[in-house]
Nanobody, 113 residues
Framework: QVQLVESGGGLVQPGGSLRLSCAASGMRFGFYIMGWYRQAPGKQRELVASITGGTTRHADSVKGRFTVSRDNAKNTIYLQMNNLKPDDTAVYYC????????WGQGTQVTVSS
């Protein structure tokens, strides 16, 4: 059974940093395209960043501030978020695709003073 478990969310002031982690189990992790999505209240879920092999993609809204990475030995992906803004407030979800798709339960990130 595939499981994706996110951690690292919380409340942070504007300009602060957080690091999200997503631990995967029950899957051949190295063969999956992994990604981070987010969903703010009243908005559609959107792709934040993805990583496959050594290739990464980041949404324009987070380029230069967020960095996605993965550690295949630990079956874990990360999202380093710097210079956070109130507009980054959302529930962040981990996603794995190959080609079946799996989602984590989400972790809340709130950016507020």
């Amino acid at each position: 059974q595939v499981q994706l478990v996110e951690s690292g969310g919380g409340l942070v002031q504007p300009g602060g940093s957080l690091r999200l982690s997503c631990a995967a189990s029950g899957m051949r992790f190295g063969f999956y395209i992994m990604g981070w999505y987010r969903q703010a209240p009243g908005k559609q879920r959107e792709l934040v960043a993805s990583i496959t092999g050594g290739t990464t993609r980041h949404a324009d809204s987070v380029k230069g501030r967020f960095t996605v990475s993965r550690d295949n030995a630990k079956n874990t992906i990360y999202l380093q978020m710097n210079n956070l803004k109130p507009d980054d407030t959302a529930v962040y979800y981990c996603n794995g695709r190959n080609p079946g798709e799996y989602w984590g339960q989400g972790t809340q990130v709130t950016v507020s003073s």
